[in-house]
């Protein structure tokens, strides 16, 4: 059995290797064979862009009493695929995927929102997430704000 499949095998092989002959000799020049679509070597050497680009700016206000404020974070986002230098690329565009371009929507000025203080930070995100253009600022002043930021997740507090 075994002989029989190496005989197949190399008779298919020799009919593949006289017909890439012939089709070269006929052209009068070079034939080229096609990669299979799952050779590595075919993979275009610029992948496409991300589906999601974001520039995260996280800074810390200093709030009196508290000591000295830490040094601000900078880090970049991308998702599908997820990667930039953010801290958990994976956590954050799950939370993304979760809250989607909602998540960036400003408060509206007439919310009724308590008088808290949640914290120091701000945090500024730019870029795109798909088709979305994002430019907003989120902090910790006042209830509404506070959870808008909490609502973001991994992609502020990684």
Not at 31 to 43: I, Q
Not at 110 to 127: F, K, L, N, Q, W
Request: charged share 25%; hydrophobic share 35%; aromatic share 4%.
């Amino acid at each position: 059995m075994r002989t029989q499949i190496r005989a197949t095998a190399l008779a298919r092989s020799s009919a593949l290797a006289a017909l890439l002959f012939t089709a070269a000799a006929c052209g009068g020049g070079s034939t080229e064979v096609a990669a299979p679509a799952d050779d590595p070597s075919t993979v275009p050497s610029e992948s496409p862009s991300p589906e999601t680009e974001l520039s995260i700016e996280i800074d810390y206000q200093e709030d009196p009493g508290q000591g000295e404020a830490p040094e601000p974070e900078s880090w970049t986002l991308t998702c599908s695929p997820a990667g930039g230098d953010h801290p958990d690329p994976e956590a954050a565009c799950a939370a993304l995927e979760e809250v989607g371009a909602e998540g960036f929507e400003e408060v509206p000025e007439d919310s009724m929102c308590t008088h808290i203080m949640g914290g120091p930070e701000t945090a500024r995100v730019t870029g795109h997430l798909g088709e979305t253009e994002i430019d907003t600022e989120f902090n910790k002043a006042g209830g509404c704000e506070l959870d808008r930021y909490d609502k973001m997740g991994a992609v502020l507090a990684p």
